[in-house]
């Protein structure tokens, strides 16, 4: 793919940095990053190992195959907008583009969330997938573990302040609320969606932060939060096959 200049409030330097020199319109199934221009910093250093992609969850987590086995995979440093918030379910069909099934792609791993899901960044041809949806607006740059991409990310924040000046995707619009915030119930003076069930007196109390699965003693007790919120915002139900913690008891 041809690589052309933007016209943008950034400089020619800052988007060679990113390895990013692509127009607006060419966004679509392809990576668009400028392979000419890739620092080394985008490059995995360690022997190249491929994993086929299975399918993709939402817009910051896939599922692999690795090595024989079904594997989640939260994308690293990024945060996707919710289902049901603004720019959800688009930032979702924009990965599903960028690494349809058989996909082969790279991990450098950076260890396990707290629902044992491996933390990586993801490479296609040596090119970071992860700051390709922060780039395009489809996902935001999560501060709170930024510190899992260290060698590169100044190139993160570099294209999050691009997509923001051209108010690509997620910042096309007033107020955005982060992610982590709209887990958390948060809501801009935009029309929002009603997510909270009328009776939670059933319920832990977890529900008013961030629930997981070790808040829960039986899978019983999971489940009926994930039926109070359906559209699955603790993210419960992993695999989404209607079932909440299934290693609980």
């Given amino acids: 793919m041809k690589s052309v200049i933007l016209k943008t409030a950034f400089s020619l ?5 990113l390895g990013l020199v692509v127009a607006k319109s060419q966004i679509n199934s392809s990576l668009l990053i400028n392979q000419s221009s890739i620092t080394p910093n985008f490059l995995i250093a360690e022997a190249k190992q491929f994993y086929a992609v299975e399918r993709i969850t939402d817009g910051d987590s896939i599922w692999i195959n690795k090595n024989g086995k079904k594997t989640e995979v939260r994308l690293a440093c990024i945060d996707a907008p919710e289902g049901k918030q603004f720019w959800g379910r688009e930032s979702t069909t924009k990965l599903e583009q960028l690494l349809p099934p058989g996909q082969k792609v790279e991990l450098r791993e950076s260890g396990k969330d707290r629902y044992n899901r491996t933390v ?6 040596s090119q970071s997938v992860n700051i390709q949806m922060v780039y395009e607006g489809n996902a935001v740059v999560y501060p709170q573990y930024l510190k899992n ?3 590169n990310k100044n190139q993160y924040l570099q ?5 923001k000046i051209q108010q690509l995707g997620f910042w096309n619009q007033q ?3 982060m992610p982590w915030d709209f887990r958390r119930g948060k809501r801009s003076n935009q029309p929002t969606y009603s997510l909270t069930p009328a009776n939670t007196s059933n319920l832990p109390a977890c529900i ?8 829960f003693k039986t899978q019983a007790e999971a489940q009926r939060v994930l039926s109070a919120f359906p559209d699955d915002r603790f993210r419960l139900d992993s695999d989404k096959d209607g079932r909440a913690c299934q290693n609980l008891p």
């Fill in 175 to 177: 107020n955005p609320v």
């Fill in 13 to 17: 330097a800052a988007l060679s940095t």
């Fill in 159 to 163: 294209a999050e302040e691009y997509a």
């Fill in 120 to 125: 990586a960044e993801i490479f296609v041809a």
């Fill in 149 to 151: 991409c260290a060698s």
């Fill in 208 to 215: 008013n932060s961030d629930c997981n699965c070790d808040d």
